[in-house]
C-alpha cells in the first residue's frame, strides 16, 4: 500500500515533503496502519538502507537502518556514532532528522559510520531507554508525592491556609502525573 491520501493530512509539513521527495526520486514509501486508528508509520527501502518513519503519538521520528544493522538509529545517534560516542541522548528535531537522511541520501554513508558501529549506539538506547524513563518517572512522582505531604505537614503545623492549598495543588498534580505516567509505561510495553 503507498502512502494513502487519508493519512496525508495528519503528517507534519515538512514530513510530508520529505515523503513526496522520496517518491520523485523512485523510492517507494510504504504506509504501515498501526493497531490505533489514528496512527501509521512509513518505511521506505533505499541504496542506503531502510527508512523508518515512526509515529510516537503524534510525534514523528524518522530513523535508518543500514544494511546489515540490527537497529534502527536517529539523528542524534549517527552523529554521535560519527563523533566515536558510545551512547546519545538527545532526541533530534524532525526538521534535524529529514536533513541528515536528506543529506545521507544524496552523499552516501560516510567511511566513519558502520552498521557494528551505529548498532552500538542506537542499541545501548533500545536496551537502557525504558528503564532510565521509568527511573526519571518515578523520581518524579516520589517528588511530587513527598512535596504534597510535606506541605499538608506544614499547612497542619501552622494552620496555614495557603500552604494548605499548595499542598492540594501538588496531590492534584501529582494524580494527574499518575494517570499520564501510566499510560507512558503502557505504551511502552507496546
Not at 89 to 107: H, M
Not at 123 to 148: C, D, E, P, Y
Amino acid at each position: 500500500m503507498d502512502h494513502s491520501e487519508e493519512v496525508k493530512p495528519k503528517l507534519p509539513e515538512q514530513l510530508a515533503y520529505f515523503i513526496e521527495e522520496l517518491a520523485r526520486r523512485g523510492i517507494k514509501v510504504t504506509a504501515l496502519p498501526s493497531e490505533k486508528s489514528d496512527a501509521c508509520d512509513f518505511v521506505a527501502d533505499t541504496h542506503i538502507g531502510r527508512i523508518w518513519i515512526m509515529d510516537l503519538g503524534g510525534l514523528w521520528e524518522p530513523r535508518l537502518a543500514l544494511p546489515g544493522a540490527a537497529y534502527f538509529a536517529n539523528a542524534a545517534e549517527w552523529q554521535a556514532c560519527l563523533e566515536g560516542r558510545k551512547h546519545n541522548w538527545k532526541a533530534p528535531t524532525l526538521d534535524e532528522s529529514i536533513n541528515w537522511l536528506t543529506t545521507t541520501l544524496s552523499k552516501g554513508i560516510p567511511t566513519e559510520i558502520s552498521a557494528e558501529k551505529l548498532d552500538q549506539v542506537a542499541g545501548f538506547r533500545f536496551r537502557h531507554g525504558k528503564k532510565l524513563v521509568w527511573l526519571a518517572s518515578t523520581g518524579i512522582a516520589v517528588a511530587l508525592l513527598t512535596l504534597s505531604f510535606g506541605l499538608f505537614w506544614v499547612a497542619s503545623v501552622t494552620k496555614n491556609s495557603i500552604a494548605g492549598m499548595n499542598a492540594v495543588a501538588c496531590a492534584i498534580i501529582f494524580v494527574i502525573y499518575l494517570f499520564k505516567w501510566g499510560k507512558l509505561m503502557r505504551s511502552l510495553r507496546e
